[in-house]
């Protein structure tokens, strides 16, 4: 799991456990720390701190990723388009080409589009 990447072990805190302030100096260590590992976070703007949080401690760090040591290889993980879910996605990052594009290949009716209520300035990948 991506948690056995760091030494020691990175373990965090059940969500629930947690006030506010101290998930919000959580996360955003931890953030740092899977920036460190070379974890990019992406589409992250509709979450919560706690929503993110949550899926940080539920999904990324139990999560089954072969880590490959190389100084410009970065693992990106979409918070957006989990699953085969693209409601999200459409909602809040595609752009108006984008979601023509998926409108055409799959049909159906586009969520109407939305501002990311959380905006963040995460670590990015230098290009």
């Given at each position: 799991p991506i948690s056995r990447w760091f030494e020691?072990?990175?373990r965090l805190p059940p969500p629930q456990t947690l006030d506010d302030e101290r998930l919000h100096?959580?996360?955003?260590d931890t953030i740092q720390k899977l920036f460190d590992k070379r974890i990019v976070l992406?589409?992250?703007?509709?979450?919560?701190?706690?929503q993110l949080y949550s899926l940080i401690y539920r999904d990324i760090l139990p999560?089954?990723?072969?880590?490959?040591?190389s100084s410009d290889r970065y693992l990106?993980?979409?918070c957006a388009s989990?699953?085969?879910?693209?409601?999200?996605?459409?909602?809040?990052?595609a752009t108006e080409e984008e979601r023509c594009?998926?409108?055409d290949e799959w049909g159906g009716?586009?969520?109407?589009?939305?501002?990311?209520?959380y905006p963040r300035q995460l670590p990015r990948r230098p290009l």
């Open positions: 020691p072990e990175l100096d959580l996360l955003w992406e589409f992250t703007d509709h979450l919560s701190d706690r999560s089954q990723e072969k880590k490959i040591d990106h993980w979409d989990l699953g085969e879910d693209m409601e999200t996605w459409l909602r809040y990052y594009d998926w409108s009716p586009l969520p109407p589009t939305e501002v990311p209520p």
